[in-house]
Nanobody, 118 residues
Framework: DVQLVESGGGSVQAGGSLTLSCAAS????????MGWFRQAPGKEREGVAV???????KYADSVKGRFTISRDVAKNTLYLQMNSLRPEDTAMYFC?????????????WGQGTQVTVS
């Protein structure tokens, strides 16, 4: 079974940094696009950053220049380095795996990790 397990969330002051990790298992990790998404209370889920199997990354405008998505194929792990955090970055962050051959459709999700910026 496909499993995605996030970690690394927490509480941080504005301007601080956090690194989220997502450990993947149950499939050939390198063959699929992966992404980070977030959902704040009362708001819709939004895409934060995605990365394809070749390492090509795309970011939401709100996080460009502050967040970096990366993947370690040997460790089957996805990362999100978050710098210069702002209160508006407060949300539950989820990692997700895309459908085969897709960059935009995600069908497996982790349980989420909370990020709170004050």
């Amino acid at each position: 079974d496909v499993q995605l397990v996030e970690s690394g969330g927490g509480s941080v002051q504005a301007g601080g940094s956090l690194t989220l990790s997502c450990a993947a298992s149950g499939y050939t990790y390198s063959s699929y696009c992966m992404g980070w998404f977030r959902q704040a209370p009362g708001k819709e889920r939004e895409g934060v950053a995605v990365i394809d199997s070749d390492g090509l990354a795309k970011y939401a405008d709100s996080v460009k220049g502050r967040f970096t998505i990366s993947r370690d194929v040997a460790k089957n792990t996805l990362y999100l380095q978050m710098n210069s955090l702002r209160p508006e970055d407060t949300a539950m962050y989820f990692c997700a795996r895309a459908e085969q051959g897709s960059f935009t459709k995600y069908n497996y999700w982790g349980q989420g990790t909370q990020v709170t910026v004050s």
